[in-house]
């Protein structure tokens, strides 16, 4: 039987081309995102194995009613990823976009995450999936609310990855964590590089969940960056 997964902001992006490339390699997916329209036509695409359902993640209990309602259709769920966030980037009142970006990307990335822990412990089996960024590894005065959101994303999975090896349930919990990917949020932005082809950077976060990892840098590349990143003293980054 192949494997059913669901992947939240699935209308543009890394999620669209995960749908993609999961529907392309036998999955049954199931597309989630505010845009109804965008997910129609994802569907036109794709045909048979794909099931849509608009959410919008900050309506929390709705979130998880639409989450069930499109998991029985599928037929059940194996692998949830939670791609679904926002940036603010150089974007207004200060206040009100951080409050933004936190009830999408921690309130309701959360939300999600703990349902469908608890699903699977219930089933026995399941892989829970988070899309966090390079952006988590420092905070920046230009995307303070996004860079700790993600840094959220990390340490809320590394939380969730201790409780699942002390369960009977068969729980892998995955951190994929993209540097700079082509993408609605890329566009028109100038002194980018190692700006990775949507579709590549979809095989390799695949690739990543195949195998189970435990975090992986998409692309492989970005985890020297990283590397740089946390070996930098914090004066640094305070004088940026």
Same mark, same amino acid.
């Given at each position: ?71 029985? %259709? ?14 603010? =980037? ?46 988590? =590894? ?50 028109? %932005?100038?002194? =980018? ?48």
């Amino acid at each position: 039987m192949p494997k059913k997964a669901i992947i939240t902001g699935a209308t543009s992006g890394i999620g669209r081309a995960l749908a993609i490339e999961m529907h392309r390699k036998g999955y049954v997916v199931g597309a989630t995102g505010r845009r109804t329209k965008r997910l129609e036509s994802l569907k036109e695409k794709l045909g048979d194995r794909l099931f849509i359902q608009q959410m919008d993640v900050t309506n929390m209990d709705n979130a998880v009613s639409k989450l069930g309602e499109l998991a029985s %259709r599928m037929g059940g769920l194996d692998i949830i990823v939670l791609n679904a966030g926002i940036s603010n =980037l150089n974007e207004g009142d200060g206040r009100g976009n951080d409050l933004r970006v936190i009830d999408v990307n921690i309130r309701g990335f959360a939300n999600l995450a703990a349902h469908c822990y608890n699903l699977f412990e219930k089933q026995g089996h399941g892989q829970l999936v988070g899309v966090s960024s390079v952006a988590s =590894l420092f905070g920046w005065g230009q995307s303070a609310s996004y860079n700790a959101s993600k840094a959220f994303v990390n340490t809320y999975l590394q939380g969730y990855r201790q409780k699942a090896n002390h369960t009977d349930a068969d729980i892998t919990v995955t951190n994929l964590i993209p540097g700079f990917v082509k993408s609605e949020i890329t566009e028109g %932005r100038e002194g =980018l590089f190692w700006i990775a082809p949507t579709e590549k950077a979809a095989r390799q976060m695949l690739h990543a969940i195949e195998s189970r990892r435990n975090t992986a840098y998409i692309t492989h590349r970005w985890r020297i960056i990283a590397w740089l990143i946390k070996l930098s003293p914090q004066w640094i980054w305070n004088r940026m």
